[in-house]
T-cell receptor
Framework: DVKVTQSSRYLVKRTGEKVFLECVQD?????MFWYRQDPGLGLRLIYF???????EKGDIPEGYSVSREKKERFSLILESASTNQTSMYLC???????????FGSGTRLTVV | KNEVEQSPQNLTAQEGEFITINCSYS?????LHWLQQHPGGGIVSLFM???GKKKHGRLIATINIQEKHSSLHITASHPRDSAVYIC???????????FGKGTRLSVIA
């Protein structure tokens, strides 16, 4: 069964901490994406990557960075967590043609 | 104007009813995805369409390229169909999806 795996389902971090969210896919997909989902705002794209070491800013990249050193792994980094980054974070992957879009089960991050 | 517009925002139906959710999209969208998210659950891709019609069980998705419109139909709806349904457009290769705001469906027994 093909999957996108996110390292944590729930995470609680303190303001100012550096936070790493990990995402791994086993489908050999070219594209990987990080979204956050907030009530009333829907899904918003933070960053995406269409190849190893390549990254593109999405709609809300401020306060975040990403790393893609291997094709299967895409990491989201919160450099200094703030309370307004409390959210559900979803990773997804797809082929280069947008086929086989698969989402991870999400990480609910709470920053206190 | 958003590139992908969905309607209705909220929908309540009785079990067994035929349900339609609509999605309009702008020029530049080459394919449409329909996604499903159950309460507290992850997001699942139901269909990807660039033309015609696709069917999976009680779910049917259609797309009209000339009118830039897609519909998701659910036949013989059931309470387990209660979820948020999201229409998302793809502009082209190696680009992210553009999401509609979603339709929250509640099916009452």
């Amino acid at each position: 069964d093909v999957k996108v795996t996110q390292s944590s389902r729930y995470l609680v971090k303190r303001t100012g901490e550096k936070v790493f969210l990990e995402c791994v896919q086993d489908m050999d997909h070219e594209n990987m994406f990080w979204y956050r989902q907030d009530p009333g705002l829907g899904l918003r794209l933070i960053y995406f990557s269409y190849d190893v070491k390549m990254k593109e800013k999405g709609d809300i990249p401020e306060g975040y960075s990403v790393s893609r050193e291997k094709k299967e792994r895409f990491s989201l980094i919160l450099e200094s967590a703030s309370t307004n980054q409390t959210s559900m974070y979803l990773c997804a992957s797809s082929s280069g043609q947008g086929v086989g879009y698969t989402f991870g089960s999400g990480t609910r991050l709470t920053v206190v | 104007k958003n590139e992908v517009e969905q309607s209705p925002q909220n929908l309540t139906a009785q079990e067994g009813e035929f349900i339609t959710i609509n999605c309009s999209y702008s020029v530049g969208i080459s394919a449409l995805h329909w996604l499903q998210q159950h309460p507290g659950g992850g997001i699942v891709s139901l269909f990807m369409l660039s033309s015609g019609k696709k069917k999976h069980g009680r779910l049917i998705a259609t797309i009209n390229i000339q009118e830039k419109h897609s519909s998701l139909h659910i036949t013989a709806s059931h309470p387990r169909d209660s979820a948020v349904y999201i229409c998302a457009g793809l502009r082209g290769a190696n680009t992210p999806l553009v999401f509609g705001k979603g339709t929250r469906l509640s099916v009452i027994a």
